[in-house]
Nanobody, 119 residues
Framework: QVQLVESGGGSVQAGGSLRLSCTAS????????MGWFRQAPGKEREKVAT???????TYADSVKGRFTISRDSAKNTLYLEMSSLKPEDTGMYSC?????????????WGQGTQVTVSS
């Protein structure tokens, strides 16, 4: 069974930076697409960024220019570099993986790591 484990969350003041990591294990081959999602209390889950096997990326408008998604296929690790953080970036950040190169059908999810941005 594929496992995704996130790390790197924490508390930071507005304007600060954080780097999230997501390590995948028990994968027989590199995921077709991986992504980061977040959910704030009382709000729906939001797709933050995705990256496919070819390296093509997508971002939510709210994070464009501030967040960068990347992956190290050799290490089976996904990253999310977050800068110029805002209080509205607060939430539980989860990574997801799809074995097929379709970035809207994620079958595997991590437990999440909390990010809290204070003003």
């Amino acid at each position: 069974q594929v496992q995704l484990v996130e790390s790197g969350g924490g508390s930071v003041q507005a304007g600060g930076s954080l780097r999230l990591s997501c390590t995948a294990s028990r994968m027989t081959y590199s995921p077709g697409c991986m992504g980061w999602f977040r959910q704030a209390p009382g709000k729906e889950r939001e797709k933050v960024a995705t990256i496919n096997r070819s390296g093509s990326t997508t971002y939510a408008d709210s994070v464009k220019g501030r967040f960068t998604i990347s992956r190290d296929s050799a290490k089976n690790t996904l990253y999310l570099e977050m800068s110029s953080l805002k209080p509205e970036d607060t939430g539980m950040y989860s990574c997801a993986a799809s074995l097929i190169p379709v970035c809207n059908a994620f079958g595997y999810w991590g437990q999440g790591t909390q990010v809290t941005v204070s003003s």
